[in-house]
């Protein structure tokens, strides 16, 4: 059955209950749980669901129709990397022409409306039923402010038909990457043996059941006479965490205070957090209120996502579960309804009422406390706490981490600073000078993260100490502590015992994550307990993990648990089997088994379905490796590049594969582009200098080696092999400059001191 049929069917279901409640008895109804679509709630939450119905969440996906589509139609055109789009109508429909998945102009009829405000996105459905996101979208905010008009969501690259982010392939693909928080009720039904979805949804944007869950039962409860039944009325999740609960001002401090301690698990912000989260899905079993881990893969923090102090980096989507995770908001029990209203998605007050709402007026909207009486326009309380950050061009997102502004720790870690978002012509350390006059200088805030994880982040001989601190501290949000275990550099099973216990499945996650890498009985005795945790994606990732431990030596009363944590395991890459990381980490289960057969069969379908997939060619050369394949595995690698030749982990792999084979010219080749195409890898640096080295080019590969230390001065590879080539050249004071440096990342080696005094003589 289609999706539109399915969004009929429920609202004549709807319209079935309220012309014929006198026949219907509660037992009956409870039998069977299904979605029945919002009309079927709008009878008795006539309020909730007026404010619904001017809702971004009501807007979030519809037909393309007149009263939806916002963009300009009429005979506009767009020119993009050389290629004129024009954007049309023809017999009521609205047709785009633009390049097609080979690179040739095409016509394609825009099925769907994706969003409203700022931007309105485009859905274009093809026969093998994948739907994919238009990368030319419409920007819906008005001409003063710079919108009615067409732009491309990759403006300052050149995205063609072979580059990954076109938008016909699969990191543009709806039914993956869009259909669950913008439809309720999804089933991405793919077939991986045909290679062709048929998505379903009970309701076509973000109805009361994607928060509630599927209402037929309290529907049924609703209607029956006896309105007999538990005290949840038959509801999925009653978000009751702030029933009887109130604010209220401390009349000496002038803070906030909550009215009871907060829960440990907040159902309403686990909920929120489904679409609001930076995860992936490895359940489409989802029911609200529980962890969001039990069925979705959350994003911890990282360099790639985060600045150091936990604020989202400009040009990634993290979306507002981590920013409010690690925030004293969320600490002290604030929940996403604090602030906004659940069911229009509007702030509960204009402006800085929202706040006012639990801190006194009297004291943050005081010149003392803000110190910008003399600003034209006066500054909000989001314009200090909750900076903004852009992203698809022209959206822009308060970060929720409700952080004090630290130029400081700017100058420390680049993190960026609200300060210098507006003072954009000063440095940091005028903005810190400012903000110590004002406050004086121990403003540590909530957030205390920032320079572990730099320290980490920089290889830090400090990161050690840094990192288990943070992971060991009772008060510091659960979050950053599985994000420390999962960073940690090297494993501390005091540590991480302590994590798999922790009641936050996060923590567990991050206790698990910091397990990689440990060797065979250690990593079986520490981690084996969670293949019964009582989270389905602390069980998988688990199973993922104790995958490489064999059977043999797997004690026979675990095996049976690890056989359900793997079968789990395996039905989450399945459930995703359209993407090529999900292959590939299937294909690696399968490899770390010894399932070569497998391995290799899951690796060639990730390269079918994305042949600029890295991960996959690599892996499977790998494989070749271990069965003595290398032909295949330079096969492999360099067809992989033919698509890809810009990757430097392909040219990385390929090096190692011709440095096997000893062609050693060729090897080195490879290993220089990596080298140059990504200078922030510095593993590619070092093995390049190492390559040159044993090809008896010993001045070159010190050349290397410095120029790689610039860029990562505290690297202990690359620094152990400066200490060695330059004692070999005879150079004494460099080798010594490198063990000094060496020592203060490493202060209790005693090698380290031995050699320092023996080129101090």
């Not at 001017?54 to 129709?65: K, L």
């Not at 893969?297 to 979306?319: I, K, N, P, W």
């Not at 042949?611 to 790998?622: C, E, M, R, T, V």
Request: some cysteine; overall charge neutral.
């Amino acid at each position: 059955m289609s999706a539109l049929a399915l969004l009929f069917v429920g609202a004549a279901a709807a319209l079935y209950w309220y012309t014929r409640t006198d026949s219907l008895t509660f037992p009956q109804q409870i039998a069977e749980l299904r979605f029945v679509g919002s009309p079927a709630c709008s009878g008795c939450h006539q309020t909730e669901a007026k404010l619904w119905q001017a809702s971004q969440h009501r807007h979030a996906m519809d037909h393309a129709t007149e009263q939806s589509v916002r963009g300009d139609f009429n005979e506009a055109v767009y020119e993009y990397a050389g290629t004129r789009s024009r954007f049309f109508r023809h017999d009521k429909k609205f047709l785009v022409e633009t390049d097609g998945p080979d690179g040739k102009l095409a016509t394609f009829e825009v099925k769907y409306t994706f969003g409203v405000d700022p931007l309105q996105q485009y859905l274009i459905e093809f026969l093998d039923g994948r739907i994919q996101a238009l990368s030319i979208a419409w920007d819906t905010r008005s001409r003063e402010q710079g919108g009615q008009r067409w732009f491309h969501l990759y403006p300052d690259a050149a995205v063609t038909s072979s580059d990954p982010l076109h938008w016909t392939k699969p990191n543009q693909n709806w039914n993956f990457m869009c259909a669950e928080c913008h439809s309720t009720g999804v089933h991405k039904n793919y077939d991986a043996s045909k290679n062709q979805f048929a998505t379903t949804f009970a309701e076509i944007s973000v109805g009361c059941e994607a928060c509630h869950g599927a209402g037929s039962r309290h529907v049924a409860w609703a209607r029956s006479r006896s309105k007999v039944s538990g005290p949840d009325h038959e509801l999925l999740v009653r978000f009751d965490e702030r029933s009887g609960i109130t604010w209220s001002v401390d009349g000496g401090t002038l803070k906030p205070v909550r009215s009871a301690p907060a829960p440990a698990r907040r159902k309403e912000v686990e909920t929120c957090g489904r679409c609001h989260a930076r995860r992936g899905q490895l359940s489409e079993d989802w029911t609200p209120g529980r962890s969001l881990s039990e069925t979705h893969a959350v994003s911890l923090l990282d360099r790639q996502r985060f600045h150091a102090d936990g604020q989202m980096r400009d040009d990634e989507e993290t979306y507002n579960y981590a920013p409010f995770r690690q925030s004293k908001m969320f600490a002290k029990g604030v929940t996403c309804s604090d602030c906004h209203d659940p069911h229009s998605a509007a702030l509960k007050a204009p402006g800085d009422g929202v706040c006012a709402q639990c801190h006194a007026s009297a004291k943050y909207e005081s010149a003392a406390h803000r110190h910008h009486a003399e600003v034209s326009q006066p500054l909000s309380c989001a314009s200090c706490h909750m900076p903004e950050r852009r992203y698809m061009v022209v959206d822009r997102r308060h970060d929720h981490g409700f952080r004090i502004p630290r130029p400081d720790l700017s100058m420390q870690t680049g993190a960026p600073n609200a300060c210098n978002d507006c003072h954009r012509d000063k440095q940091a350390a005028w903005a810190a000078r400012q903000i110590e006059t004002w406050f004086g200088p121990r403003r540590q805030g909530y957030q205390t993260h920032a320079r572990a994880f730099h320290a980490a982040w920089n290889e830090e001989a400090t990161a050690q100490a840094l990192l288990a601190a943070l992971a060991a501290a009772g008060d510091v949000p659960s979050i950053v502590r599985a994000s420390a275990l999962a960073q940690l550099p090297a494993p501390d099973a005091d540590l991480i015992r302590r994590g798999l216990s922790d009641p936050d499945p996060l923590v567990r996650l991050g206790a698990l994550d910091g397990l990689e890498g440990m060797e065979g009985d250690q990593l079986w005795t520490l981690g084996s307990a969670q293949l019964s945790d009582s989270v389905r994606g602390v069980r998988v990732r688990a199973a993922e993990l104790l995958a490489s431990v064999p059977s043999a030596r797997q004690p026979a009363g675990d095996r049976d648990r690890f056989a359900r944590a793997a079968a789990e395991f395996v039905a989450a890459q399945k459930l995703n089997a359209d993407r090529p990381d999900a292959r590939t980490a299937l294909g690696s289960f399968f490899a770390r088994q010894a399932n070569a057969r497998d391995a290799e069969n899951e690796y060639l379908a990730a390269i079918r379905l994305d042949p600029s997939f890295a991960a996959a060619a690599i892996n499977l050369a790998d494989l070749y490796r271990q069965l003595g394949r290398e032909n295949d595995g330079e096969r492999v690698l360099r067809g992989a590049l033919l698509g890809s030749a810009q990757d430097a982990s392909l040219h990385h792999a390929l090096g190692l594969t011709l440095v096997r084979q000893k062609r050693n010219e060729a090897a080195l080749d490879e290993l220089r582009q990596a080298a140059v195409l990504d200078a922030g890898q510095a593993r590619y640096a070092y093995v390049y200098a190492i390559g040159l080295y044993s090809a008896g080019r010993r001045d070159d590969a010190l050349t290397i080696l410095r120029e790689g230390l610039r860029a990562h001065p505290n690297n202990r590879d690359m620094l152990s092999a400066a200490i060695h080539l330059s004692r070999e050249k005879g150079d004494v004071a460099a080798a010594l400059d490198y063990a000094r440096q060496m020592q203060r990342l490493l202060p209790q080696d005693r090698s380290l001191g031995d050699l320092i005094k023996e080129l101090e003589k």
